[in-house]
């Protein structure tokens, strides 16, 4: 397989830099087999049926995104410079690994001001990141960062516009409980509480897991055969609740269907062969592509990925690469809006 496979052509027009409101309001494309049906998320309660299983991934982003102004004595006197900060994981030892623009304007050991309340030491510069070792910690911390921070928007909405206000509500899930993430599960950011309480009545149950969605999410893949990228690793948990309530959902018949490739990838990593669920906790890169062999996903809800990206590749395996460039292209026409602030994508295989 190489990369060119899993390129398309999308106008920039459909990158959407908004999401649509109410959250539900969003198109939906249902590709069951070879059949497209186009939709709204909100005829879920329609399409999905009693006894099928949503996994929810209920990571919730922090504010990563940091503006700063590192100071230095020079032979001319004291010289600020702005330093733009992306928080991308804390660190065993305290310190928060980070991308920083300029990165080699920074020197270890000299600060950076982001706030009254917060700044940082630099620990640490190798490998195209830094350490940072920040003057707070605990709910300080947290309260210090939600009053400096920015949400971590895609790097393609972000070409196109600055986070503001409004960002902190859409670019969260409204189950988001566990912070962590510096990215969205964002196929869902489309459920609002009446969704939720129509699926609820319907009969549709649902199971919370924790995939901690890191920056590497926006990785290019940069080798022409796709089997030898590496992917990055993020933190992951499913709980013993969570794997039985899978387990007795697939004994009954009933379909498991993440939302989202994060929650996906989290289950299929905690599955067994014979796709009994597992307890588990840890750091997972799995990598789908085509030729993998599902364990647990019946069905995905996932919004409409970038070209030459491993989630096209993993959607692929579900589906078929022949059959999402098919999907892919009906989208493109139909003028489905991309990415993730986007429209959503039920795929059945």
């Known amino acids: 397989m190489k990369l060119s496979d899993f390129d398309f052509d999308l106008p920039e027009g459909l990158i959407a830099t908004r999401p649509a409101r109410p959250r539900s309001s969003a198109r939906l494309l249902v590709a069951e087999g070879d059949r497209i049906r186009d939709l709204h998320v909100r005829d879920l309660v329609d399409v999905l049926r009693a006894g099928d299983r949503l996994i929810l991934n209920n990571t919730k982003v922090i504010p990563a995104r940091l503006s700063g102004t590192r100071r230095r004595t020079t032979g001319q006197g004291e010289v600020a410079a702005a330093v733009e900060v992306t928080l991308l994981e804390p660190q065993a030892d305290g310190t928060w690994s980070a991308l920083a623009k300029p990165l080699r304007k920074l020197k270890e050991g000299e600060t950076v001001t982001f706030s009254p309340q917060l700044s940082a ?7 195209g990141q830094c350490a940072l070792r920040f003057n707070l910690s605990g709910e300080d911390f947290d309260a ?6 920015a949400m971590p928007l ?11 206000e409004a960002d902190r509500e859409d670019y ?6 566990r912070s962590g993430a510096v990215a969205a599960p964002t196929a869902s950011l489309h459920f609002d509480e009446p969704l939720l309480a129509a699926l609820r009545t319907k009969g549709v149950t649902f199971t919370e897991v924790t995939l901690h969605v890191g920056a590497g999410t926006f990785l290019p893949v940069k080798v022409e ?3 030898t990228h590496r992917m990055h690793a993020e933190w992951g948990e499913v709980t013993e609740a969570a794997a039985a309530e899978i387990n007795a959902t697939r004994a009954m018949g009933g379909r498991i269907i993440p939302v989202g490739t994060t929650a996906l990838r989290l289950i299929e990593s905690a599955a067994a062969q014979d796709g009994t669920m597992q307890p588990w906790e840890g750091a997972t890169d799995i990598f789908i592509y085509p030729g993998y062999r599902f364990r647990v996903t019946d069905a995905l809800m996932t919004n409409f990925h970038l070209p030459k990206s491993t989630l096209l590749m993993l959607v692929s395996a579900l589906m078929g690469r022949e059959r999402i460039m098919r ?3 009906h989208a493109v026409d139909e003028r489905y809006r991309f990415f993730s602030y986007g429209d959503a994508s039920l795929l059945i295989p």
């Open 121 to 127: 030491e630099v620990a640490e510069i190798a490998e």
């Open 144 to 149: 210090a960062l939600s009053e400096a921070g």
């Open 154 to 164: 895609p790097p393609y909405i972000a070409a196109l516009r600055a986070p503001d």
């Open 172 to 177: 969260q899930t409204v189950f988001a409980r």
């Open 225 to 227: 055969d796709v089997t």
């Open 327 to 329: 999907i892919y292209r």
